[in-house]
């Protein structure tokens, strides 16, 4: 069982950066692969970024490709999500997720979600 919990959302102006935080409870955090998915008013769920548990290895959505960063400290057990130059069309509530497989862009693969944390990006 993972229990996590989602820190650092907020309202922030286009061209802006927010990092948001999860923290992690549970042994076997090291052994998950995590993620961060978002969905925003009336749309479905979709993946954002994801990092691996055996060799850190990260992979992103296209949309978010060059803008946002995934990272993760198995030694503090969180996992962190960097995001730089922020639009309008970022703005979702933000998921943290873990997973047991080696990496997956499907939201519906992620075991475990937090609570979420709301990003607004004014225009």
């Known amino acids: 069982q993972v229990q996590l919990v989602e820190s650092g959302g907020g309202l922030v102006q286009a061209g802006g950066s927010l990092r948001l935080s999860c923290a992690a409870s549970g042994r076997t955090f090291s052994s998950h692969t995590m993620g961060w998915l978002r969905q925003a008013p009336g749309k479905e769920v979709e993946f954002v970024a994801g990092?691996?548990?055996?060799?850190?290895?990260?992979y992103y959505a296209e949309s978010v490709q060059g803008r946002f960063t995934i990272s993760r400290s198995n030694a503090k057990n969180a996992v962190y999500l960097q995001m730089n130059s922020l639009r309008p069309e970022d703005t979702a509530v933000y998921y943290c997720?873990?997973?047991?497989?080696?990496?997956?862009?499907?939201?519906?693969?992620?075991?475990?979600w937090g609570q979420g944390t709301q990003v607004t990006v004014s225009s």
């Open positions: 990092i691996t548990y055996s060799d850190a290895h990260t």
């Open positions: 997720a873990a997973g047991t497989f080696y990496n997956s862009n499907n939201p519906y693969d992620y075991d475990y």
